[in-house]
């Protein structure tokens, strides 16, 4: 079993040792740099992280020698499992990949590396997109100063943290407005994930668009089954036989989740909220 190996096989097909052969690259200083980008990857994946690899992934982080792009692959791969937690809030302890006591010092390191305003702008935008993924208080604040930072990569990291951060409507239907198609591309994630009623025309509009960039249409596709969980299933009824396995596959899912929302009773918008000062 190799890095390579295990980068095209499913997670859920990797052998018991996957996470000892990870935990060894991401220590190993004289590993190949590529290597190590490979590992600080494939640690991301729940079915392997572990306090260990969290540890060995906060370590890359804060090590001030080690490569840019290692310790931003490493921040990204905190992500994931952050998420997780959080969702969980280890009612069921054995559910989650790593302790409460390693997801607390997950949290607050990311927050400390943050304010660092020495570090690299790169690393810092990585480190709020992964903080934000188990929202804490100091988030809006930040999400707001990336926002009006007028710096386009800034912006980018702001509409993408939108999506997990509650209290940013008017600034993710702003973001639909954009001409850069990848602060757009999250304006349509966030609006999906806050079911914003004012963005369905516009969302509506890049479904059935057929020269709607196919990455685009497959996210207002799931936006559109939040959004409108109802008119979703009949709107998107079509787009399950469509040529593109993705765009069918995208409806078919976007479909089954309406459904789903509908039976809990989660078929109408949340309560909004706007900016958060």
């Not at 995208?250 to 706007?274: F, L």
């Amino acid at each position: 079993m190799d890095l390579e190996t295990l980068r095209n096989t499913p997670p859920w097909d990797w052998p018991e040792e996957a996470a000892e052969l990870l935990l060894d690259t991401l220590a190993n200083e004289k590993a190949s740099e590529s290597d190590r980008l490979v590992a600080t990857e494939l640690a991301s994946e729940l079915v392997v992280m572990s306090d260990e690899l969290a540890d060995a992934l906060m370590a890359i982080a804060i090590n001030g020698a080690e490569p840019l792009e290692l310790r931003t692959r490493a921040v990204i791969g905190l992500g994931p499992v952050l998420e997780e937690a959080d969702l969980g809030e280890f009612d069921e302890p054995d559910d989650v990949p790593i302790t409460e006591s390693t997801f607390h010092t997950i949290q607050e390191l990311l927050r400390k590396l943050y304010l660092d305003e020495s570090l690299p702008h790169e690393l810092r935008r990585r480190i709020l997109e992964a903080a934000v993924r188990a929202p804490q208080d100091w988030h809006p604040t930040a999400i707001k100063s990336a926002y009006l930072s007028g710096d386009q990569d800034w912006m980018l990291t702001a509409v993408f943290a939108m999506r997990f951060v509650r209290g940013f409507d008017t600034q993710i239907l702003e973001a639909l407005k954009s001409a850069d198609p990848a602060i757009h591309y999250e304006a349509v994630n966030a609006a999906g994930a806050w079911q914003l009623e004012a963005a369905w025309p516009h969302v509506l509009a890049l479904v059935e668009g057929p020269l709607t960039p196919k990455a685009l249409r497959v996210s207002a596709i799931e936006a559109a089954g939040s959004i409108h969980p109802r008119e979703a299933q009949e709107i998107l009824g079509e787009l399950t036989a469509d040529r593109d396995e993705e765009i069918a596959d995208a409806a078919t899912d976007a479909i089954e989740m309406a459904a789903g929302m509908i039976e809990a009773g989660n078929d109408s918008t949340d309560e909004k909220g706007d900016w958060i000062n």
